[in-house]
Structure formats: structure tokens, C-alpha cells
């Protein structure tokens, strides 16, 4: 669809006492508000079931918000804002209480002028991505006669297959695909758009992106936190679900993908379907060979003995929920026939950070000794997510002095260099697009059971395969030594990044 200019609209939080939106959702809105990037009709309504006044979720979500603090801000736009917003208490699971929701709608929709025009965002636990469409639907609040609806949700997009399926299908029923948007926060952040940039704005790169050029592919994200308070939840989901099915997912997509024909949510979506057609599928028997588990055990990090994974609060003493995967995987199309790819994503890791790392073939004629190993005779171009956004290039140089000795070098840019003001925050920047109506960076639904599709063997093999080791690896570390085995040919490894994008030794600064 075409991004179009933004309308009056009403935008509804369902969940707005809880922590995303008070994190994250009404801290984007206002950012845009003070920008001047929302239309003067616009109104926000929580949803959720605490009993709260119009006045106390004022209070509660934007001007004593806990969770994201406006101190500093102006008065004038503080109070401005605060006008916008209104609250509705309900009982969510009960069908008749969307009757209260749509009397809200209606007369704030009167109030404010705004064209019959609502975005539902459900920042809710998943049990409920079923019930509040159709509810809604019940209520007539998706019919779309007089203004757009439109729906948001957060991941989980389902649980394995089976589910994400049968969650569309219901979402379908009350709702165009066209009018649901999943929001994935890293299609967000400036630097996975940019890779599209990176790739298909310079005629330097693209030529090289493929099988002839291209030794592997490697994708690390990596956290230094452990569960925190959000142990029931994860232990759940684990690091598959939680990060490699959708975050990393969309980032392979993004350095894999065709070149789109232009730069709209359909172009880009149907390549990326496209490339999700082409993953290899890891075969029941493959599961050990292509993929490792493991979990965090207690160690000290940063001077400080932190819980290992069982020992944190809501995980069972005996869970064998992975904090850390690591899988290989081949992408069968032209582009990419044979190049291997690996991705891997953990918590309690040596430091936060997401990057992609591509390391190119060596040259095919050895004319210098390299003075450095095998590993560093490969050029790698080094594209940084987060933090010290930016990208670096590695390449050997001769040393100055006699003969021919070559040293590896690196050209960097960092984003930071660019000062053109204020990068939007992702959730700023994906609620805007959907609220001009662009889906180019939200997930579509064909995509996420293309994901889930992938993954669902390594699940499975997991599950139900008690040979499968789950590796225990000490807080701080790289995650389980096997890890470093599935790198091929066994002199190579994975680059473990520093906080510092130029940086890539085993003593970096935490
Ligand atoms: C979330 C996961 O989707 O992404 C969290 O549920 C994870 O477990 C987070 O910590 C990481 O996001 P970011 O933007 O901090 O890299």
C-alpha cells in the first residue's frame, strides 16, 4: 500500500496500563505530538481493566509516568498532550463491556473530528489477540465505511505454526490483511532500514552480495541481561521465539532479499516472501548438526556474581529453556547457493550488541603472507546495528618497511557523524507509518508463518529429542563452546563483537 498523508484519527491502546505502553507507547505518541508530527484531530484512548479516571491515567501514563519520565519538558506541550488522552475502564474478556468502547469512540470521534479514522493497538497478552478483534467486530468498530480501522499487534505472532496460523485466520476475519499491522520493533530502528540503503543505494556493494563473493554470513545479537522479572514469560518462549524467529528473522530478510522494485510495503513484502520460500528447511535429523541450545549459568559479570537461568524468579529448577541459540542454515536460490549462514542471539552474553557480519572469499591467488591468521586474510564488512551504529570494513595493508607484510586495517563510519537531529525512537517511528497508513515496516502474515515454518523443526527436534544437549555456559561468555564448531572451516569463528564497532578482541570494555 502507499504511504498516504495522515488523517484525524482516534488512536486506542488496549493494555494502556501496562508497562509497553507506558514504556514505549505513549512516550512515542507524545514525541510525535511535540514534533508537531500528529494532526490537531487526534485524540488517545487506554483501554484496559484498573479502574482509572480520565485525570488519573493522565497521570499514571504520561505526566507521573514511573516508566519514562518528562521532566524538562515543556509546560505548554505537557498539557497540550495530556488534553488528548482519555481513558475507558473495561473487562476485556467480556463481550458487552465493547459496547462502553465504542460509545467512547463515538463521541470522541465527535469531539475531536476525526473522520471515523481508529487505530486498535493491542499492547495485551496474547491470550486476548483473538477476542478483541472480535469483539470489536461484535461492536461494529472495525467497519471501515466512514474512516480507516486499523490493528496493531505485538509479538508473539503465535506460538509455533499451528498457532500464527489459526491467530491470522482469525485476525483475517474481522480485519483486511491490508489493516493489520504487526509491529516487529527492530524493522524499526534506523539501522535495519538502512541496510536496504546500504544495499540498494550504492553500486559498490550489490555487485559483490552473492555466492561468488561471499564466504558466509553471520548474525549476532547478544544482551548482557538475564530474564530479569519476566522469567514466567520466557521460560515459555526461550531465545528461538523470543528473538530468532522474528527480530532475526527480519534482519536475514532485510540483507537477503532480492532488490525490491520500489520501495513500498508491497515490493519489499513480496521479496521477502520470496526469500522465506528459499530457506533451506532443517530437517528433523539435521536439528543437532545445524543448531545449539544453551542456557546461562551463575558467574560473575562485571565484577558482580549474577543468578544463573534456573535460579531466576518464575523459572522451574529443572527448565531446559534455551537463553541462548545459535543455528546454520543455507538459503537454496541463485543468490545464495551454498553460502552459510549463521545466526545466534542470547542473553547474559559479554555485552549488548546486534550486528551482521559478512566475510568475504579471499582472494584467489595468495601473492603476500599474511601476517595475521586465515581468518583475517578474508575481507568482512561489518554492519552494526547497536550500539555505535555504523559500518566497518576490513581489509589488509601492507606494513610500511621491507618486503611485503600485510596487516588488516579497517575504514569505519559511525552514525553518530551524521548529526542531522533527532533519530526517531523505533516505536516512534513505526507508529507513525501506521498511522499515514504505510505497512513497509511491519511484518505481514504470509512472512511470519514463513518464519515459523523454518524454525518449527528446530523446535520440535528440541522438544522432543532428550539427545539434544542444552549447553550450560557461564554468565558473560560467548554462549556454549559448541557454538564455535559449527563456523566452517574449523579455522574460522565467529567475530565476537566489543561495544565498539572496530573493536573485536576477547577484552572489551562492558
Ligand atoms: C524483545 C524480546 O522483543 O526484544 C526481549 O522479547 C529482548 O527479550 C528485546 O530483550 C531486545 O530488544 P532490543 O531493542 O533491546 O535489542
Redesign the pocket.
Known sequence: MQSEKMKPLIFVIFGASGDLARRKLVPAVYDLFKCGLLPDNFALLGVSRSALSDDDFRDKAFLENDLHSIEGESETHKKAFAEKLFYQPIDTNVEADYAKVADRVKALDQQFSTEGNVIFYLSTPPVLYDKIPRFLAAHGLNDATEGYRRLVIE?PFGYDLATAQSLNKSLKEHFPEEEIYRID??LG?ETVQNLLVTRFSNGVFEPLWNRNYIHHIEIT?A?T?GVGN?GGY?DTSGALR??LQ??LMQIVAHVAMEPPISPTADSIRSEKAKLFQSLRPITADQVAQYSIRGQYMASEMGGKMVNGYREEEGVPDDSKTETFAAIKFFIDNWRWANVPFYIRTGKRMPT?V?EIAITFKKPPHHLFNHADSYVQSHNQLVIRI?PDEGLLLKFGMKVPGQGFKVKNVGMDFHYSDLSEGNVPE?YERLLLDCMKGDATLYAHGDSVEASWRFVEPILNGWKNDPSIPVYGYPAGTWGPLAANEMVEPSDLTWRNPCRELTQDTNYCKL
Open positions: 509479538k520493533h527492530y530502528k545479537s544482551e541481561l519476566r520466557y523470543d528473538m522474528n527480530h549488548k546486534t547497536q523505533a
